[in-house]
């Protein structure tokens, strides 16, 4: 594929996060300010929608926000980019198709989480995506048990070395990521499967084991998907931490059919 749609957010003494058409996609913070990505797995034909939020993790009531007094300026942006060939990711050198803006002055009071949204036309075919017809899930606590479940036998075989497990559960995401881009579904598949492969042979696959009481079920996709989640707003499919400070995590949005877990972003 020559020209790919890729989504830059940058933050400025703040952490965000941006929802493309509901799903979580993208966060950033002080740690790492600026990051930049392609998404066509996320895009639809027409109308989109891009949502920029504020420091998404403060620990508040569902629907409430906390105040919060800015310690110097605070900002952060978001630009959905359609770049020339041969400039991947140059914001210079790309078409600007969607774009948010947000900052806030030194000592001035905001309240977080804080959220805004816009939307985007885009005149660019995409399939339809399977998370677009899975049914609703109303009862989120009910499925909890069958997500962990789903979850801790993905870490396990993990630690063990066993990757062929995740692989299948993700069956339905590669298939749809390598239509998204253009390329063979073995490619996609081989390609994370190596890397699973490399971490086991290097010991740096030791699952931390998702545990039923931490997880948490974020809706998105309007309710369509959960994204899986510890307390902290990491990605429940994690690494331990090794001795040289590297990890690494697999986010996971399933869906749920007739009782059944699916990994589909």
Known sequence: MERVLMLRLHTHGCSAEVLLNDIPVARSDTRCPA????????????????TLVIDPHVPCSPGKTTPRVADGVLGASVRLLLPRIGHLGNEMHARTLGELDWSVPDGDVFRVP?????????????????WMDAPQISDVENIKAVAATYLQDIAVSLSRGDVEP???ASR??????????QQPVAHTADRLRSRLQVLS????????I???????????????????MDKTGEPSLRTEETAAGT???WPVRIAVVN???????
């Open 35 to 50: 990051i930049c990505m392609p998404v066509h797995e996320f895009l639809l034909v027409g109308s989109n929608e891009i």
């Open 247 to 249: 990890r690494s995590a």
């Open 259 to 265: 009782g059944k877990c699916h990994i589909l972003r």
């Open 172 to 181: 339905l995401r590669l298939e749809e990521l390598a239509l998204a881009y």
């Open 114 to 130: 804080h959220r805004v949204s816009v939307s985007a036309s885009l005149p660019i075919k995409f399939p339809r995506w399977r």
């Open 166 to 168: 995740f692989m299948n």
């Open 210 to 228: 998702p545990e039923e009481l931490g997880m948490v079920l974020r809706p998105c996709a309007n309710g369509r998907m959960l994204e899986c």
């Open 201 to 208: 042979a290097s010991k740096a696959l030791k699952m931390l």
